[in-house]
């Protein structure tokens, strides 16, 4: 008769480290787009930052080298167009009233057509006029605006 061998059980050989289960291989997909995602959104302020930086010193250079009231004005009021015309080409052939309306788009103080803001219109058509006490805080707004506008683009 023959007798039935009886052996231990045997277990199998765990699992090597590769391939990696599908759990490793989603978990690594997440990663890289988060990594993807938050890279792309660092490199987009980068850029930003750096687009405001460059127009608000190419304002500060602009105005610090214009001669008298009426030419700091004015070259203020130049580098506003140069700004709105990234946002919206259009705006550069606007005048007067409707170009400080546009410079107060989304503000409801109206500093532009209302305020200060206005001396870029009034008093840069004044060549000999003495330099106003508004003339500070509206060369302040022009800046703020620039970068404003500067950050609104896309690019």
Known sequence: MNAPV???IQWPDPPGPWPPAWGWWLLAAFLVL?????ARAAWR????????????SGFDRAVSAADGAAARLAAASEQLRRAARIV???A???AG?????????????RPFSRGVGRRLV???FAPKAPPHADDAD???????RLIELGGRVDA
């Open 6 to 8: 009886l052996r231990d």
């Open 34 to 38: 988060g990594t993807v995602l938050v």
């Open 45 to 56: 302020r980068w850029r930003a930052w750096r687009r405001r930086r460059l127009l608000a």
């Open 88 to 90: 919206d080409p259009a």
């Open 92 to 94: 550069t052939t606007l």
């Open 97 to 109: 009233d409707a170009w400080l309306c546009w410079l107060d788009r989304g503000d409801p103080a």
């Open 122 to 124: 009034d008093g840069a």
């Open 138 to 144: 509206a060369l302040a707004l022009a800046r703020r």
